[in-house]
């Protein structure tokens, strides 16, 4: 049963108090949340609480996140750690080796864009979000990867969801990067 996007927020919230006392200190009040979806549109249903809980510890490591504002950057590595891992594992448990692969592969190698600086984390993001689990994303990967040309992914991931989609999504990744 898909989760609605009130419930996908306060689970991502709840799930994350219970697990600790630090991560607690490190949400926002309710009132300061930006309770905003951004990849998980594109996803399937079955995906978006995964997704976007890694999407929100891709936040803390590279970004503005949403529902949490921790004290100090190591706080915010750890809570970034613990959503990639809790995301991986949600998707594992509605989806497939695949989905995970897929979920794996996005944050190794946004790490690497981060760390050399090289653009194209949105459309990568937006491509695996699109097409996670179907074995449609090396190519662009690769291409990514060895050309720093993010160009195929983008079109994969337009061509799967539809420009107005993607470009939502873009757009609202490109204003929570630091």
Do not use: K
Not at 31 to 55: D, K, N, W
Not at 155 to 178: E, F, I
């Amino acid at each position: 049963m898909p989760i609605s996007t009130a419930d996908l927020w306060d689970t991502i919230a709840a799930e994350a108090e219970a697990e600790s006392q630090l991560w607690t200190s490190a949400l926002r009040p309710r009132e300061e949340q930006q309770r905003e979806p951004v990849f998980s549109p594109l996803a399937e249903s079955r995906y978006a609480l995964g997704v976007e809980t890694i999407y929100e510890g891709y936040l803390l490591h590279y970004g503005r996140a949403r529902l949490f504002s921790p004290e100090d950057d190591d706080t915010a590595l750890l809570l970034g750690d613990y959503l990639y891992a809790h995301g991986l594992v949600r998707v594992e448990r509605v989806g497939s080796v695949e989905a995970v692969d897929d979920l794996a592969e996005l944050i190794a190698l946004c790490a690497y864009l981060q760390a050399e600086r090289v653009a194209g984390d949105g459309p990568l993001w937006a491509a695996t979000a699109t097409l996670l689990g179907r074995s449609a994303l090396d190519e662009g990967r690769t291409s990514l990867r060895l050309d720093n040309d993010p160009g195929p992914l983008e079109r994969l991931a337009r061509d799967a969801a539809g420009d107005t989609a993607v470009s939502r999504s873009l757009d609202a990744h490109r204003t929570r990067l630091r």
